[in-house]
């Protein structure tokens, strides 16, 4: 049976892992900026998909932040390892 410490223990882990997909994505999305603005594409259509990508980018780093809030957190109120 699973104490409140191994329960910590994986919600930290799945938390860390959604952290390290997510800071991927980020990486994904700046390297897709990149390339959409060095494109031939029509300057109107180059805008429009970078708008987009720009807004993906923006919502991943707040995911990331509430990520980086909630492993703070967990991490000041961790429960107590018990001998």
Do not use: C, W
Request: proline share 4%.
């Amino acid at each position: 049976m699973l104490d409140l410490t191994d329960l910590h223990r994986a919600y930290m882990s799945s938390i860390r892992r959604h952290q390290q997909l997510l800071a991927k994505l980020h990486e994904t999305l700046s390297q897709l900026g990149v390339a959409v603005e060095s494109s031939p594409l029509d300057p109107q259509e180059r805008d429009a998909l970078l708008a987009g990508i720009g807004d993906q980018i923006h919502l991943a780093r707040g995911i990331i932040a509430s990520i980086d809030g909630a492993l703070t957190f967990s991490a000041l109120t961790r429960p107590a390892i018990s001998n």
